[in-house]
């Protein structure tokens, strides 16, 4: 019997680890709740874990299995289970972050101390760190060739799920007292309950959102992506975070959609869909190569960047009340849903650095408490992108104005009014030129919404100039 580790692979079908383990006799899932994962966890997150691991949980248990659970080190925990359960290999899917590989890497010591085999396999992303690289064999710092090659490489097809027969049902087993099969609540955790309205989290939520995405917006996504509300994106990113579904499924629910595409459009949006897929595994290649990019500029500036510390600005940015509606209309969707759509994460992300000139750390660590979705390689991508500290980034003095890009993607104002009750009566037109009504117009119109915490066009210049400053200039 082997003894399967979940971790973030939450779900029994397109599981690598999983699936080998299972194909060598019997396998007994297991997760952990570690303490040193979880003191990096949040109130949206924790649940949805939970709800995740309830699903998996049940799926195991339909198939006459269970999935057991503990709390603890993983590296004390796994070793007594094998030992006492006399497994023949702990096995486990790889996870390509900084934190992640050093407690593999002491998990590992721990089983070799108990003469336990352990075995890791590839399966978040489909094409492993150092498997795409420069013809000289280096990461890519840019994405552009990256994207090319990764669209190219063929791709591996979904795992076999493993039948009853290959699953370990725990109770036949003596475990030590540590482990149950009982899921704690999120309170047991140490969290409070989410205030958010979180989507659902299992592998048959997941598989729904591909094939309803698959079915119809992929088609449009190259035209609709970046208009908020349409609500044309997938909405798998929780999904793909927690792996409630494989990234093989997914990748081959797009191939099936570009089996069906009708015209060259169709066809090219689904092929911009795939990259966003590049992009998310881009990020996971750069933060393998560079775990210091979590906290530290990918990019250096000669003189450094003088961000500002400004409590009050930074509390406006969060609470969504910065006076500029399409700023403020993301940061209330991530308040009450956990989620954010990407435009206008990078309309907020270019707001809070180079409008409000506050370092993107605290964007970050914010978006991390905050989305269900936080991912640590997408979500540092996408700020130091923002930033203009990133791989790819924005250059420094190309500066979103939140206006206009509140008037482009969302001409209407139904995703800003979706967020933003106080704008209910307000016309889409007084709303995209918020900044230049007077005091008195604004009181008139929204007296609940506040006047803009900045002028934006001084605020650019400012930026432009902090940045120059930062290169030497
Ligand atoms: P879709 O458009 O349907 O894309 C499909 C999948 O591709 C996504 O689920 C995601 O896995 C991947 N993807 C899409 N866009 C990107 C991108 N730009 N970079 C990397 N992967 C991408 N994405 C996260 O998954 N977690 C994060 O923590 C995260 N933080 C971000 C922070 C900032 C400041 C920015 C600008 C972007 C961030 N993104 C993050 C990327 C992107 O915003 C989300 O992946 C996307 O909005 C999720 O919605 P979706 O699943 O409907 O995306």
């Given at each position: 019997?082997?003894?399967?580790?979940?971790?973030?692979d939450?779900?029994?079908?397109d599981?690598?680890?999983?699936?080998?383990?299972?194909?060598?006799?019997?396998?007994?899932p297991?997760?952990?709740f570690?303490?040193?994962?979880l003191?990096?966890g949040s109130?949206?997150?924790?649940?949805?874990?939970?709800?995740?691991?309830?699903?998996?949980?049940?799926s195991?248990?339909?198939?006459?299995?269970?999935?057991?659970?503990?709390?603890?080190?993983?590296?004390?925990?796994?070793?007594?289970?094998?030992?006492?359960?006399?497994?023949?290999?702990?096995v486990?899917?790889?996870?390509y972050?900084?934190?992640a590989?050093?407690?593999?890497?002491?998990?590992r010591?721990?089983?070799?101390?108990v003469?336990?085999?352990?075995?890791?396999?590839?399966?978040?992303?489909?094409?492993?760190?150092?498997?795409?690289?420069t013809n000289?064999?280096?990461p890519?710092?840019?994405f552009?060739?990256?994207?090319?090659?990764?669209?190219d490489?063929?791709k591996?097809?979904p795992y076999?799920t493993?039948?009853?027969?290959?699953?370990?049902d725990p109770?036949?087993?003596?475990?030590?007292?540590?482990?149950?099969?009982?899921?704690?609540?999120?309170?047991?955790?140490g969290?409070d309950?989410?205030?958010?309205?979180?989507?659902?989290?299992?592998?048959d939520?997941a598989?729904?959102?591909?094939?309803?995405f698959c079915?119809?917006?992929?088609?449009?996504?190259?035209e609709?992506r970046?208009?908020?509300?349409?609500?044309?994106?997938?909405r798998?990113?929780?999904?793909?975070?927690?792996?409630?579904?494989?990234?093989?499924?997914?990748?081959?629910?797009?191939?099936?959609?570009?089996e069906?595409?009708?015209?060259d459009?169709?066809?090219?949006?689904?092929?911009?869909?795939?990259?966003?897929?590049a992009?998310?595994?881009?990020?996971?290649?750069?933060?393998?190569?560079?775990?210091?990019?979590?906290?530290?500029?990918?990019?250096?500036?000669?003189?450094?960047?003088e961000?500002r510390?400004?409590?009050?600005?930074?509390?406006?940015?969060k609470a969504?009340?910065?006076?500029y509606p399409?700023?403020?209309?993301g940061?209330?969707?991530?308040?009450?849903?956990?989620?954010?759509?990407?435009?206008?994460r990078m309309?907020?992300?270019s707001f809070?650095?180079?409008?409000?000139l506050?370092?993107w750390r605290?964007?970050?660590?914010?978006?991390?408490?905050?989305l269900?979705?936080?991912?640590?390689?997408?979500?540092?991508?996408?700020?130091?992108w923002?930033?203009?500290?990133?791989?790819?980034?924005?250059?420094?003095?190309?500066?979103?104005?939140p206006?206009?890009?509140?008037?482009?993607?969302?001409?209407?104002?139904?995703?800003?009014?979706?967020?933003?009750?106080?704008?209910?009566?307000?016309?889409a037109?007084?709303?995209?030129?918020?900044?230049?009504?007077?005091?008195?117009?604004r009181?008139?119109?929204a007296?609940?919404y506040?006047?803009?915490?900045?002028?934006?066009s001084?605020?650019?210049?400012?930026?432009?100039?902090?940045?120059?400053?930062?290169?030497?200039?």
């Amino acid at each position: 019997m082997k003894i399967h580790w979940h971790r973030r692979d939450l779900r029994p079908t397109d599981n690598c680890g999983l699936t080998e383990a299972a194909g060598s006799g019997s396998v007994l899932p297991v997760f952990v709740f570690d303490k040193a994962v979880l003191q990096h966890g949040s109130p949206p997150r924790v649940a949805y874990m939970l709800d995740a691991l309830d699903s998996l949980r049940e799926s195991y248990r339909d198939k006459g299995s269970d999935l057991l659970l503990a709390r603890g080190d993983p590296r004390t925990v796994l070793s007594r289970l094998a030992e006492t359960t006399d497994a023949e290999a702990v096995v486990w899917n790889k996870d390509y972050s900084g934190l992640a590989r050093e407690r593999d890497t002491e998990v590992r010591q721990a089983l070799d101390e108990v003469d336990v085999a352990r075995e890791s396999y590839h399966d978040a992303i489909c094409h492993e760190p150092g498997s795409i690289t420069t013809n000289d064999g280096d990461p890519y710092s840019v994405f552009t060739y990256f994207g090319r090659k990764w669209l190219d490489r063929e791709k591996e097809t979904p795992y076999e799920t493993p039948d009853a027969d290959d699953l370990a049902d725990p109770a036949s087993h003596s475990v030590p007292d540590r482990w149950s099969t009982s899921l704690p609540t999120v309170g047991d955790l140490g969290f409070d309950e989410p205030d958010a309205d979180l989507q659902s989290a299992s592998t048959d939520a997941a598989r729904d959102r591909l094939d309803e995405f698959c079915a119809g917006d992929i088609y449009r996504y190259d035209e609709r992506r970046d208009y908020p509300a349409d609500d044309a994106t997938s909405r798998l990113s929780a999904d793909l975070k927690w792996g409630t579904i494989g990234i093989r499924t997914v990748y081959a629910a797009t191939a099936d959609a570009m089996e069906r595409a009708d015209s060259d459009a169709e066809a090219e949006s689904v092929e911009e869909f795939q990259s966003q897929l590049a992009w998310r595994e881009f990020y996971s290649h750069v933060l393998f190569f560079n775990p210091e990019v979590v906290s530290e500029n990918y990019k250096e500036y000669e003189n450094g960047i003088e961000w500002r510390d400004d409590p009050e600005h930074l509390a406006a940015w969060k609470a969504g009340e910065t006076g500029y509606p399409i700023v403020d209309a993301g940061m209330r969707q991530l308040l009450d849903e956990g989620y954010m759509h990407n435009r206008v994460r990078m309309i907020v992300a270019s707001f809070l650095t180079k409008d409000l000139l506050i370092d993107w750390r605290e964007g970050y660590d914010w978006f991390r408490e905050r989305l269900v979705d936080h991912e640590t390689a997408n979500d540092n991508g996408g700020w130091q992108w923002a930033a203009s500290t990133g791989t790819d980034s924005q250059p420094y003095f190309r500066i979103f104005n939140p206006m206009t890009q509140g008037e482009r993607y969302d001409p209407d104002a139904t995703y800003i009014k979706r967020y933003i009750p106080e704008l209910e009566a307000v016309e889409a037109e007084q709303i995209h030129t918020w900044h230049e009504l007077s005091a008195t117009q604004r009181r008139r119109l929204a007296p609940e919404y506040p006047d803009p915490i900045v002028e934006h066009s001084q605020r650019r210049e400012a930026a432009i100039e902090m940045f120059e400053t930062a290169r030497g200039e």
